[in-house]
């Protein structure tokens, strides 16, 4: 065979881009393959009881405050990652760019949800509250007018959120100090259901006392990103890389997640480490858990149909559960079954009794 054919055939095999380039125009190399925007990643987390679970971010800035980009870009960065829903909570009080941008406290929501509507993906208006602690940082969800909330005092500003028929989050309570306190003002905005949920997990960091009063108080678990820079500079391009708010909702869409929040129906998810509540927790763990039985011996098979990791102990042995992997082992015919990664308090993990029913 000619030399040179057998040159040509190489570099079509190893090349296939260049050839592909070559094909569209002589003059003008396209690479469209290269191009990820239209690319969604899938993640995989089963419901149970009739739920789906949602993953969503009730907590992102745009360049309405102090984030780094424009609104759109959000959807575009959440959509790609495999979420469902994000919140636009742009600063009312703390606004850097306001000289060079037009538009009120609302305009980043719009923006935002004309992109989301256009991809079938939901964009919840909300706004961050921004005080000095004791009362410290919330978030304001499902509100209908931001610009009403532009008051002087916080309590007002809440109580005005609510006739919009928010939900709110009290915002990263160990920030900026590293002392997750509850003051009494929370407790009194909880008994007055001012505050309906608290963010466990924010940004970089979680607060191992907020699940205690997640539990105390009867709060939504909450996790989300907080963030101001694009995602994948903070976080990279890892697959469930920014911390999400669970959602176990009886339907994709904005109403479901509200009715979802108020009831409680949240975990967090952050770097394979999961906050809940017990009893939502163990569902979504034994959701995620197929066991089957190998004959003719003791050995079973272990499949985690789940896009999370987990970490379990009984005894002193420790199992690995990996994300969407079957596992041949031998798990004690009784015994407790603690779930590593899977906190349903400051001190308490999830702990399931053994057999599990297979």
Request: charged share 25%.
């Amino acid at each position: 065979m000619n030399i040179y054919k057998i040159i040509a055939g190489v570099i079509l095999l190893t090349c296939p881009f260049l050839a592909f380039g070559q094909i569209k125009n002589d003059d003008v190399y396209k690479l469209p393959e290269m191009g990820q925007s239209s690319i969604r990643e899938h993640i995989s987390i089963p419901g149970f009881d009739g739920y789906q679970v949602l993953k969503c971010d009730f907590h992102i800035h745009t360049v309405f405050s102090d984030g780094k980009v424009w609104p759109d870009v959000r959807v575009n960065e959440a959509w790609r990652e495999g979420l469902d829903a994000i919140a636009i909570t742009d600063h009312i009080e703390y606004r850097p760019y306001k000289g060079i941008l037009s538009g009120d406290l609302n305009a980043s929501f719009k923006i935002a949800k004309e992109h989301g509507d256009r991809l079938n993906f939901i964009v919840i208006q909300g706004t961050e509250i921004t005080r000095e602690k004791p009362i410290g940082h919330l978030n304001a969800l499902f509100i209908n007018d931001a610009n009403k909330l532009e008051l002087d005092d916080p309590v007002d500003v809440l109580k005005e959120a609510k006739k919009q028929g928010a939900f709110i989050m009290w915002n990263h309570p160990g920030w900026p100090d590293n002392k997750s306190t509850l003051y009494p003002v929370h407790e009194q905005l909880i008994a007055e259901r001012l505050i309906n949920g608290i963010e466990v997990f924010n940004y970089l960091e979680y607060y191992p006392l907020t699940f205690d009063y997640a539990n105390k108080y009867n709060l939504s678990f909450m996790g989300n990103s907080d963030i101001h820079e694009p995602i994948a500079e903070l976080y990279g391009n890892k697959k469930l890389a920014r911390p999400v708010t669970l959602v176990f909702a009886k339907e994709y869409s904005e109403a479901g997640i509200k009715e979802a929040l108020f009831a409680g129906r949240t975990a967090v998810l952050f770097n394979s480490t999961l906050a809940g509540k017990d009893e939502l927790l163990r569902k979504l763990f034994l959701a995620s858990i197929k066991i089957k039985v190998i004959k003719g011996g003791d050995d079973i098979e272990v499949s985690n149909i789940s896009d999370i990791s987990y970490s379990l102990m009984i005894g002193d042995k420790e199992y690995r559960l990996p994300a969407n992997k079957t596992v041949r082992t031998q798990f004690p015919k009784e015994g407790i079954m603690t779930v590593l990664n899977c906190h349903t308090g400051k001190d308490t993990k999830l702990e399931i009794s053994l057999p599990l029913k297979y």
